[in-house]
């Protein structure tokens, strides 16, 4: 069973960048399609961003791509997302998650492991 750890949330000026970071404790971290997903104050959680168990490919929802990058280094069992040109709506609590899927999943039921969340805030 894996845990997970999220990091690298904070305060940032939008237009900013963050790195987030997910660390897992397990033997098995290759065994799982990873997520990240988000949740602002009122809102549903959403999935940002999938990647399969060997980060051959990817998933990012529309309102992110083209400025965040999911990427995976399983030797190490952890899972990144980097963050570029933030803006104040990507504002939330992030989680990341694990699914057994072998590839990239969208859907939220596919996850079944899931960090403490960090803490992003954008401001204008």
């Known amino acids: 069973q894996e845990q997970l750890g999220e990091s690298g949330g904070g305060l940032v000026q939008a237009g900013g960048s963050l790195i987030l970071t997910c660390a897992a404790a397990?033997?098995?971290?290759?065994?799982?399609?990873m997520g990240w997903f988000r949740q602002a104050p009122g809102l549903e959680r959403e999935l940002v961003a999938a990647?399969?168990?060997?980060?051959?490919?990817?998933y990012y929802a529309v309102s992110v791509k083209g400025r965040f990058t999911i990427s995976r280094d399983n030797a190490k069992n952890t899972v990144y997302l980097l963050m570029n040109n933030l803006k104040p709506e990507d504002t939330a609590v992030y989680y990341c998650?694990?699914?057994?899927?072998?590839?990239?999943?969208?859907?939220?039921?596919?996850?079944?492991?899931w960090g403490q969340g960090t803490q992003v805030t954008v401001s204008s």
């Open positions: 998650a694990a699914s057994s899927t072998l590839e990239a999943t969208i859907r939220r039921r596919d996850y079944d492991h």
């Open positions: 990647i399969s168990r060997s980060g051959g490919s990817t």
């Open positions: 397990g033997r098995t971290f290759s065994n799982y399609a």
